[in-house]
């Protein structure tokens, strides 16, 4: 069992990163991830650098957003279907979603319409859903 399941600040960081508050998720599991030893650690250095991808393309940064969304994408591959209660199947699913739009942006696009899509920024925009961290009922 992963010893991040008896950490409240492991479902603070959920909560924080399913209300796509992607910086202070960062802080809360960033913590994590220097008290946290294999495999827990790889796994929180997944989903963070997916939720950094995530507050990058806020902020409309689409070459920081592209880079960490395709590095937690890898680096969460072998957690599938789900790891410490969460779906990683799913969190992959979306969050590569997002990476393939972003890669199909003519290069000087910087991704705001895919970030108001998400929800990320104010505005209109086609409908993307945003990455989240869905939790397993059963089987964990």
């Known amino acids: 069992m992963s010893a991040l399941l008896t950490d409240p600040r492991y479902q603070a960081g959920i909560a924080l990163f399913n209300q796509r508050q992607f910086y202070a998720c960062h802080d809360v599991f960033e913590a994590l991830w220097h008290e946290a030893i294999e495999p827990d650690r790889t796994f929180l250095q997944g989903v963070l650098q997916i939720a950094v991808g995530l507050h990058h393309l806020s902020n ?18 072998d957690y599938q279907p789900d790891y410490a209660t969460v779906d990683v199947s799913h969190l992959l699913a979306q969050s590569r979603q997002v990476l393939q739009a972003l890669q199909g942006l003519p290069s000087e696009d910087c991704g705001e319409a895919i970030a108001i899509g998400l929800g990320l920024r104010a505005g209109t925009a086609p409908s993307l859903p945003c990455p989240q961290l869905c939790l397993q009922t059963s089987g964990v």
């Open 60 to 77: 409309s940064n689409r070459r920081g957003a592209t880079i960490l969304l395709g590095e937690g994408c890898a680096r969460l591959q």
